[in-house]
């Protein structure tokens, strides 16, 4: 049973550039939540993603958006890359159901802005 | 709004000596709590959860309990090995569905 992943693993970037990040859920799993965990901290919500549409969304700007495909694979898109976006980004996947459903991390995606 | 305090670290521990990794929360209702585990250079495993009031979660030796009285979740271990080293964050699940975490607090256990 594949578990949730991710790519690349890591990727380095310059300011005001932008990029994509990848995720395939865990086999079963409809349900997407992306985290930005900067060093030394712990995780924050960005937004998740259900049936192709964002529900939630964390205090994140705009620069950041996101998409979900009919297989429920998932994307991150940052723009205009700012120094203090360099974090690993976390995956998470998860099957609603009875509101109580727990999620499953991926292996994320450092970002290293210059 | 919902949130979770951890204690400071880092602990540093002799092999086999008691763990507490202590955790509060501040929330709306009861909502599922949960401990995950980060070693270097990894993402986050889910280690366990409780999902209702004085619910114990268990697995590999740690254990935590849901305390409503004293919103707390707090981690523990009886013997620590020296593959416990790891950052162990505390999380409760926010009424959007999405993970709130704790600083984290980071272990090393020593031989």
């Known amino acids: 049973d594949a578990g949730v992943t991710q790519s690349p693993t890591h990727l380095i970037k310059t300011r005001g550039q932008q990029v994509t990040l990848r995720c395939s859920p865990k086999?079963?799993?409809?349900?997407v939540s992306w985290y930005q965990q900067a060093l030394g901290q712990g995780p924050q919500f960005i937004f998740q993603y259900y049936e192709e549409e964002e529900r939630q969304r964390g205090n994140f700007p705009d620069r950041f958006s996101g998409h979900q495909f009919p297989n429920y694979s998932s994307e991150l898109n940052v723009n205009a890359l700012l120094l203090g976006d360099s974090a690993l980004y976390l995956c998470a996947s998860s099957l609603v159901g009875s509101g109580r459903e727990t999620q499953y991390f991926g292996p994320g995606t450092r970002l290293l802005v210059l | 709004g919902n949130s979770v305090t951890q204690m400071e670290g880092p602990v540093t521990l002799s092999e086999e000596a008691f763990l507490t990794i202590n955790c509060t929360y501040t929330?709306?209702?009861?909502?599922?709590l949960f401990w995950y585990v980060q070693y270097p250079g990894e993402g986050l495993q889910l280690l366990l959860k409780a999902t209702k009031a004085d619910d114990k979660g268990s697995n590999k030796g740690f254990e935590a309990t849901y305390r409503k009285e004293t919103t707390s979740f707090h981690l523990e271990k009886g013997s620590v090995q020296v593959s416990d080293s790891a950052v162990y964050f505390c999380a409760l699940r926010g009424s959007q569905g999405n993970l709130i975490f704790g600083k984290g607090t980071k272990l090393s256990v020593k031989p």
């Open positions: 086999s079963g799993h409809d349900t």
């Open positions: 929330a709306t209702g009861y909502p599922s």
